[in-house]
């Protein structure tokens, strides 16, 4: 099993280009809740494990993880509100975000018992490691299931609004390192945390529509191009490398750090050509919507 720890929320997603007031469409959405549904489509067993609402969105979130074949025995279920994000597209497709968090479900989450021995991989991200006390709970679960050898992926996904004292948060970040099997950033992440970071076994930075590329501590660097598509917007793709990612490397028993080290240059470059053409699909749709395995056979 690969269990995705973190948050979930409505992404409220513009209707229409130039009106001041438009129609906004509810959209199941979280990076983490993202990064679940897509693993769940592409055919992996998997668990979301997070703390979700008792309201009308928080019950719509856990039938869309059904939906998707995700297990919720790991969810913790709240009265708080479920949190909100309100998405602006620019016009190449990108997306920006406000967000609702006062007092939601997702960020009361509290650190859960050891996670299953079935337990392959452990993903986390976004801001749930940003949004006390939530975060902490959060920390704790990778800092306790890295030790006792889960690989574990990290996409910090940063949304600065969120994060009150960058310095204080880089710090937090650079602690997380060592317990993080594989770092994904974008770009974006990558200028505003400084740089790109070393220590875990393998980062990989994504570059929209460049492509993505990894990299190694033994000096391996594999890049692929984005795969070409048209974008009607982007929310949801970074997750869906997310998704992508921990499948692919599944598919190859190297869910580890030494399997990881080994992979090679060929392995890596299917693994992230797969991301890519995964990430296109969601691109190519309106919301959060990852693709399923049957759209990339």
């Given at each position: 099993?690969?269990?995705?720890?973190?948050?979930?929320?409505?992404?409220?997603?513009?209707?229409?280009?130039?009106d001041?007031?438009?129609m906004?469409?509810?959209?199941?959405?979280?990076?983490?809740?993202?990064?679940?549904?897509?693993?769940?489509?592409?055919?992996?067993?998997?668990?979301?494990?997070?703390?979700?609402?008792?309201?009308?969105?928080?019950?719509?979130?856990?039938?869309g993880?059904?939906?998707?074949?995700?297990?919720?025995?790991?969810?913790?279920?709240?009265?708080?509100?479920?949190?909100l994000?309100?998405?602006?597209?620019?016009?190449?497709?990108?997306?920006?975000?406000?967000?609702?968090?006062?007092?939601?479900?997702d960020?009361?989450?509290?650190?859960?018992?050891?996670?299953?021995?079935?337990?392959?991989?452990?993903?986390?991200?976004?801001?749930?490691?940003?949004?006390?006390?939530?975060?902490?709970?959060?920390?704790?679960?990778?800092?306790?299931?890295?030790?006792?050898?889960?690989?574990?992926?990290?996409?910090?996904?940063?949304?600065?609004?969120?994060?009150?004292?960058?310095?204080?948060?880089?710090?937090?970040?650079?602690?997380?390192?060592?317990?993080?099997?594989?770092?994904?950033?974008?770009?974006?992440?990558?200028?505003?945390?400084?740089?790109?970071?070393?220590?875990?076994?393998?980062?990989?930075?994504?570059?929209?529509?460049?492509?993505?590329?990894?990299?190694?501590?033994?000096?391996?660097?594999?890049?692929?191009?984005?795969t070409?598509?048209?974008?009607?917007?982007?929310?949801?793709?970074?997750?869906?490398?997310?998704?992508?990612?921990?499948?692919?490397?599944?598919?190859?028993?190297?869910?580890?750090?030494?399997?990881?080290?080994?992979?090679?240059?060929?392995?890596?470059?299917?693994?992230?050509?797969?991301?890519?053409?995964?990430?296109?699909?969601?691109?190519s749709?309106?919301?959060a919507?990852?693709?399923?395995?049957?759209?990339?056979?």
């Amino acid at each position: 099993m690969i269990v995705v720890a973190g948050e979930s929320l409505i992404d409220l997603v513009p209707q229409g280009v130039g009106d001041p007031l438009p129609m906004l469409l509810p959209r199941l959405g979280g990076g983490p809740y993202n990064t679940a549904v897509a693993l769940g489509r592409l055919g992996a067993t998997v668990g979301f494990c997070s703390r979700v609402s008792t309201d009308g969105f928080g019950e719509a979130l856990l039938a869309g993880l059904r939906t998707a074949g995700v297990g919720t025995s790991l969810v913790q279920r709240g009265p708080e509100p479920t949190t909100l994000a309100v998405a602006s597209i620019g016009a190449d497709g990108s997306a920006g975000y406000r967000f609702y968090v006062q007092g939601s479900a997702d960020r009361l989450f509290e650190l859960p018992p050891q996670l299953p021995d079935s337990v392959r991989a452990l993903a986390l991200g976004t801001c749930s490691l940003v949004l006390e006390p939530g975060a902490s709970a959060y920390e704790a679960l990778l800092r306790r299931e890295a030790g006792r050898g889960v690989f574990t992926l990290l996409d910090p996904n940063i949304r600065a609004g969120l994060i009150p004292d960058a310095d204080a948060y880089r710090a937090r970040f650079a602690g997380w390192l060592p317990y993080v099997s594989l770092l994904k950033l974008s770009e974006d992440d990558a200028r505003w945390l400084g740089g790109v970071p070393e220590g875990p076994a393998a980062v990989v930075l994504t570059r929209g529509a460049a492509g993505l590329s990894v990299r190694t501590p033994g000096g391996l660097e594999v890049s692929v191009p984005a795969t070409a598509v048209t974008v009607a917007d982007t929310i949801g793709a970074g997750d869906t490398v997310n998704a992508a990612l921990l499948h692919g490397l599944a598919a190859r028993d190297a869910l580890s750090a030494n399997a990881l080290a080994g992979l090679g240059a060929e392995g890596w470059h299917a693994v992230l050509h797969f991301a890519s053409r995964a990430a296109a699909v969601t691109c190519s749709r309106t919301g959060a919507e990852p693709p399923y395995a049957w759209e990339l056979s």
